[in-house]
C-alpha cells in the first residue's frame, strides 16, 4: 500500500485523538471511486479531536495495514466498514481473520461496526459477525454520529449505548424495525478531494449532483432506496468550483434525475474551466444534441437499454422505446465518442428465447447506426430488497449459464465483444441480498476459502424462497429489521404490474406526492 500515489491524504498525529480505521472490503481503486467512502474519511478527519485512516481488501492481506500511518488493524479504537456490495461480505470477514480479531464480537474487544447502501438493503447475513450498523446518509448521520464516537470513546460497551441514540443505528439484537436515516435536504453537493491515478475511474474528483433517481426501474434497489430523489439548491453548485484542482477530471454522480438545462450549463462551465468530463451513466433518451459538446474528452459512453425487446422493458419499466434507444445511436454517428458500452441483463422475470435474441439484434442495429466499437456487459438478474422485484426467483444457475453462452455466441457472430458477469457471483448475491443470519456458516466458509458449490450442499432452510421467490403476504426477513419509508403495498402493485408487462410512470417532483409512501416518511404529513 505505500507505494500507491494519490492526492489529498490526511495524516494526523495520534496522540490525545480517537484513532478509527475505515475499511473498504474491496480493491483499493475500487474504493477510490466510492464518494461515500472518500466523504466518510474527509468528513471523519475534520474533526480535531479524531483520526481516520483507511484499509482496503486485497488478495494478500498478510500484511494488512492503514494506508496513511501502516499500522494494524488491532491498534485502532473502532472499526468502521463501508459496504456497496453484497458479494463484498465474505471480504469482510477475511479482513477481520487477517487481522487476528475474532468473527464473535461477544469475543471481540474491538468494537466493529458496517454502513453502506447493501447493507440498507438487508444487514442480517453479517448479524452474528458485527457489532452494529449505520444505515443512513452521511448528511443525516454526522453530527451525532461523531458526538457518540467523542463520548464512547475506547469503553465498547458505553461506545454501542451512545450509538443507539444515533438515527440510523442497527444493533444486532434490535430493537427492530430501525427506520434508515436521510436528509430531507442537501445543502450542497457532495465532493471529493483525495484523488488518485490508480483509481477506477482515474485522477478525477467525484461531484454528486443529484441524489438518487425516480424512473422507477423495477430491479433497480439504488433507485427505490433513495427515494425521494433530492438534489442541492442549483445555486450551491458554484461554491464548489473553488474546491476542484485546476485541469482536472470531475466525474458528475447522479444524473439520470436531472433536469437537462442543468446538466448542459454545469458541464459547460467546468468545460470553460479547463475541466475534462467524466459520466457515470446518462439514460439514453437525455442524448441529445445540445450534449454533444460535453462529450469531446470523452472515449467510452455507457448506456444501459438493460432489455433488448420492447415487451420485456415494460416489465421492467424501462420506459425506453426501441425508436428513442435507435434515434440516439443515429445522432452518436456525429459525435466524438469513440466506443459505446450496452448494460443488458438475462434472467429477468418474464424472459423467453425471443428476449434474448432480441439483445443481440438491438446491440447489431446500435453498431450500425452508430458507427462505434461495441461492447456488450451481460448481467444475470439478481431480485433485490426494497424493488418490486423482491418477490422474483432467481434463475437456475445452470439455465444462466445456457443462456449466457446463447447471449455470447450471437453477438460474437456479429464482431460484437462481449463482457459477461459471472453467475457463481450472481448466485452468491442473491443469497446474500435476501438472506438471513443463518448464513453465517456459509459466509464463514467463503472467507476460509472453501467454495461456494461445496457449501450450498447441506444449505440452511432459509434458502429456498431466495432462488425459488417469496410468496405474496410471506414475511419478508428484511422487513423485520429495516425500514426505508417504502410502502410494500406499493412495491407489491408494481410486481404485479410487471407480471402484466405495464409501465408506471417515473417519480413526480413534488413532495406532496404519496404513492410510495417515501415522501411521506421523510417530509411528513404537511
Not at 467512502?37 to 494488512?64: H, I, P
Not at 438471513?436 to 461445496?454: C, I, V
Amino acid at each position: 500500500m505505500n507505494t500507491i500515489r494519490e492526492i489529498g491524504t490526511i495524516r494526523k498525529k495520534w496522540r490525545d485523538r480517537l484513532p478509527i480505521a475505515l475499511v473498504f472490503p474491496h480493491l483499493y481503486s475500487v474504493g477510490m471511486a466510492n464518494l461515500g467512502f472518500l466523504s466518510l474519511y474527509e468528513t471523519l478527519n475534520r474533526e480535531e479531536d479524531l483520526v481516520c485512516e483507511r484499509f482496503f481488501w486485497s488478495e494478500d492481506l498478510s500484511r494488512l495495514r492503514s494506508l496513511e500511518s501502516e499500522r494494524p488493524l488491532r491498534d485502532f479504537a473502532l472499526v468502521l466498514f463501508s459496504v456497496p456490495f453484497e458479494a463484498d461480505y465474505p471480504r469482510v470477514l477475511q479482513i477481520l481473520l487477517a487481522a487476528g480479531l475474532p468473527l464473535n464480537p461477544r469475543k471481540r474487544r474491538l468494537p466493529v461496526l458496517a454502513g453502506g447502501i447493501a447493507l440498507w438493503l438487508n444487514p442480517r447475513p453479517l448479524f452474528p459477525f458485527l457489532d452494529g450498523f449505520l444505515l443512513g446518509e452521511l448528511e443525516a448521520l454526522n453530527r451525532a454520529l461523531i458526538e457518540a464516537l467523542r463520548k464512547g470513546g475506547e469503553n465498547k460497551p458505553l461506545l454501542l449505548e451512545q450509538l443507539s441514540r444515533v438515527p440510523g443505528f442497527l444493533h444486532p439484537e434490535g430493537p427492530f424495525p430501525v427506520n434508515i436515516a436521510k436528509a430531507p435536504e442537501l445543502r450542497r453537493p457532495l465532493v471529493s478531494h483525495l484523488r488518485s491515478p490508480e483509481a477506477e475511474f482515474g485522477e478525477c474528483q467525484l461531484v454528486e449532483v443529484t441524489r438518487g433517481c425516480g424512473q422507477g426501474c423495477r430491479f433497480c434497489a439504488a433507485g427505490y432506496l433513495y427515494r425521494p430523489p433530492r438534489r442541492p439548491p442549483a445555486d450551491t453548485f458554484p461554491e464548489i468550483f473553488s474546491e476542484l484542482a485546476p485541469g482536472v477530471k470531475v466525474g458528475l454522480i447522479g444524473l439520470e434525475f436531472l433536469p437537462q438545462e442543468e446538466i448542459v450549463t454545469f458541464a459547460r462551465e467546468l468545460l470553460r474551466r479547463g475541466h475534462g468530463l467524466s459520466f457515470s451513466s446518462l439514460r439514453v433518451d437525455a442524448l441529445r444534441e445540445e450534449l454533444k459538446e460535453l462529450f469531446s474528452g470523452t472515449r467510452t459512453l455507457t448506456l444501459a437499454p438493460e432489455a433488448g425487446s420492447p415487451r420485456l422493458r415494460r416489465i421492467i419499466n424501462k420506459r425506453l422505446p426501441e425508436e428513442t434507444i435507435l434515434s440516439a445511436a443515429r445522432r452518436l454517428k456525429t459525435w466524438p465518442v469513440r466506443r459505446l458500452k450496452l448494460y443488458f441483463m438475462f434472467g429477468l422475470p418474464g424472459e423467453t428465447e425471443e428476449d434474448l435474441r432480441a439483445i443481440a439484434q438491438l446491440a447489431g442495429k446500435i453498431r450500425e447506426l452508430s458507427g462505434k466499437e461495441i461492447t456488450v456487459s451481460l448481467s444475470p438478474f439478481v431480485p433485490k430488497p426494497w424493488t418490486p422485484f423482491q418477490w422474483a426467483r432467481f434463475e437456475d444457475p445452470e439455465i444462466l449459464k445456457k443462456k449466457a453462452r446463447f447471449l455470447k455466441r450471437l453477438l460474437l457472430r456479429q464482431g460484437i465483444r462481449v463482457s459477461l458477469e459471472s453467475v457463481r457471483m450472481a448466485r452468491l448475491q442473491a443469497l446474500l441480498s435476501r438472506g438471513k443470519e443463518d448464513l453465517a456458516p456459509l459466509l464463514t466458509g467463503l472467507a476460509r476459502g472453501e467454495p461456494l458449490s461445496r457449501l450450498l450442499r447441506t444449505p440452511p432452510d432459509s434458502i429456498r424462497p431466495i432462488f425459488s421467490g417469496f410468496e405474496p403476504g410471506s414475511p419478508l426477513p428484511w422487513e423485520e429489521v429495516v425500514r426505508t419509508g417504502l410502502d410494500r403495498d406499493f412495491l407489491f402493485q408494481e410486481w404485479e404490474k410487471a407480471l402484466r408487462a405495464e409501465e408506471s410512470p417515473p417519480c413526480p417532483s413534488t413532495r406532496k406526492c404519496r404513492r410510495c409512501g417515501a415522501c411521506l416518511t421523510l417530509y411528513g404529513s404537511s
